[in-house]
């Protein structure tokens, strides 16, 4: 076996070196071809072409290429079409699996050659490919060929294939409250408790969004995409449930990516969004809820927490929202960390009827307003870099909020740019002589937000610090599951 591939690889290489001969026209016309010429698929289907040859004439080996696009198609198994076989023994079949960039090379030859070759109809090789996404896909053969006894080129003819890929018969996808998934030829493959995508999904009179209708589920998207239809529509949701999942799901295009109503101890992490309407993220009374390395791009709201408190927001990317970065409204005892919120048009963090919100060690860029703080006191705002705020850092849109913007003397509070600072003094009241890496003069916002002391240099803002902090997050999310069910038996 292995000497035979090795021949049929000298064979090829030998093809390529007399390709400059003059190809032999044949007494008929030779085609290589796709078959079926169109397949109409829906994803997570599997379907089979063949790659035929018609009017065969002294053929002693083929080669193909078959170009198609991966984000649509991938190949799942191919076997020898037996044409050759007919005709005698051969080698091996050779095959070059490149389907994640998009193609396939595969070629055969007889064993020994033989004068009078292959002649006829039949297949060369049989490919099944599983539709992974929706859309229009050709197959495209390109740079075939076919060799005589002499391994001089045969003229021939190609003619391609062409796939249109749909949704099928997908619309809502429910995973119901006994674990079942309702339609059950969604594209989900479900191992327990956790539903893994199997294909990209396209929003339109077909697919409209996924809910989860159960407690303690994960969901994971697997990088496959939902991509929604004019900002209309929910592409994961849940209400009422707990202890919900949600990672690695792509998502464009939405009114909201992520909506969770009434999920307590729910856990969104590395999930990408962008472009969508309303919000990339929106939890809704969704208390010890965790966000951890999710990124947001071009949303109108990047992450929405409304009434959801206990929530840790942790090493996000937030970037270009036409609004708000990361809103907390109506939420207690929260924190935010090692987010980077970028270019938001309206402000980086609104803090809005919110308290005691912890906001540390995040890099805040180039946002129009810093941070707004609206009827909102008692929160801790320090060790984060805001660098270049189009307006201002901070702004204070109520009287009266009181909140710490530093922790303390030699801890510092923020790093602020397009300020003159100076640090030629030291101490908790800045009057002893020497630099301690604190401004030697506060950054007033108003008489009840003062940054007492300011810092001269940025604060190491570290994606995967908070991530180490997972585990007890975990746990006490567990703990607050296993007295949240307490409480509604004894209710």
């Known amino acids: 076996m292995q000497g035979s591939a090795v021949s049929l690889a000298i064979l090829l290489c030998l093809a390529s070196i007399l390709a400059t001969r003059t190809p032999i026209a044949s007494g008929s016309a030779m085609i290589i071809s796709v078959n079926p010429t169109r397949v109409d698929a829906s994803v997570g289907i599997a379907f089979e072409v063949g790659i035929d040859i018609c009017n065969a004439a002294g053929v002693n080996a083929w080669e193909i290429f078959l170009y198609f696009d991966p984000a649509i198609i991938k190949l799942d198994s191919y076997a020898s079409g037996g044409f050759l076989a007919w005709f ?8 070059s699996d490149k389907s994640i960039l998009g193609h396939i090379e595969a070629g055969q030859s007889l064993d020994p050659l033989k004068p009078e070759g292959a002649n006829g109809n039949g297949t060369l090789i049989k490919l099944v490919f599983a539709v992974i996404g929706t859309g229009n896909c050709s197959l495209h053969l390109f740079n075939t060929a076919l060799y005589d006894y002499a391994l001089a080129p045969i003229i021939h ?22 674990g079942s998934l309702d339609p059950n030829t969604a594209p989900v493959q479900r191992d327990g408790s956790v539903y893994t995508l199997t294909a990209n ?31 209309s529509g929910n592409a994961v949701a849940s209400s009422g449930r707990g202890n919900v999942t949600i990672r690695n799901v792509k998502i464009s295009g939405f009114l909201v990516g992520i909506l969770l109503e009434s999920c307590p101890a729910s856990n969104l992490c590395y999930n990408i969004m962008d472009m969508c309407g309303h919000a990339g993220v929106l939890l809704d009374s969704s208390n010890l809820s965790t966000l951890t390395g999710n ?5 109108g709201n990047g992450i929405i927490l409304d009434a959801s408190s206990n929530a840790a927001v ?3 990317n937030v970037s270009a929202c036409r609004n708000v970065g990361l809103l907390f409204n109506s939420s207690v005892d929260s924190l935010a960390r090692e987010n980077r919120l970028r270019a938001c048009l309206g402000c980086g963090i609104f803090l809005a009827y919110s308290f005691n919100v912890t906001i540390s060690h995040n890099e805040i860029l180039a946002n129009h307003v810093g941070v707004y703080v609206y009827e909102s006191s ?3 705002v320090c060790h984060n870099n805001f660098i270049y705020s189009y307006m201002q850092d901070v702004q204070i849109g109520t009287l009266n909020c009181t909140n710490r913007w530093d922790d303390g003397y030699l801890s510092g509070g923020n790093f602020w740019t397009g300020y003159n600072w100076t640090d030629t003094f030291s101490g908790p009241y800045q009057n002893i002589s020497g630099a301690d890496g604190i401004n030697d003069e506060p950054c007033v916002f108003d008489e009840y937000n003062i940054d007492r002391y300011p810092l001269m240099n940025e604060v190491a803002v570290d994606e995967f610090y908070s991530v180490a902090l997972m585990p007890l997050f975990a746990l006490l999310v567990s703990i607050a599951r296993v007295l949240l069910r307490r409480k509604q038996k004894r209710g």
Request: glycine share 10%.
């Open 201 to 231: 999904l396209v929003a339109n009179v077909n697919f409209s969004g996924i809910v989860i209708e159960r407690d303690d589920v994960v969901f994971d998207g697997a990088s496959y995409v939902l991509q929604g239809d004019q900002w």
């Open 378 to 380: 008692g929160n801790m």
């Open 295 to 299: 990124s947001l791009y071009a949303c």
């Open 88 to 95: 005698g023994s051969v080698s091996p079949l050779l095959f």
């Open 314 to 316: 942790l090493c996000n």
């Open 157 to 178: 003819a190609t003619a391609d294939g062409f796939l249109s890929a749909d949704s099928g018969s997908v619309k809502t996808i429910f995973i119901r409250p006994d």
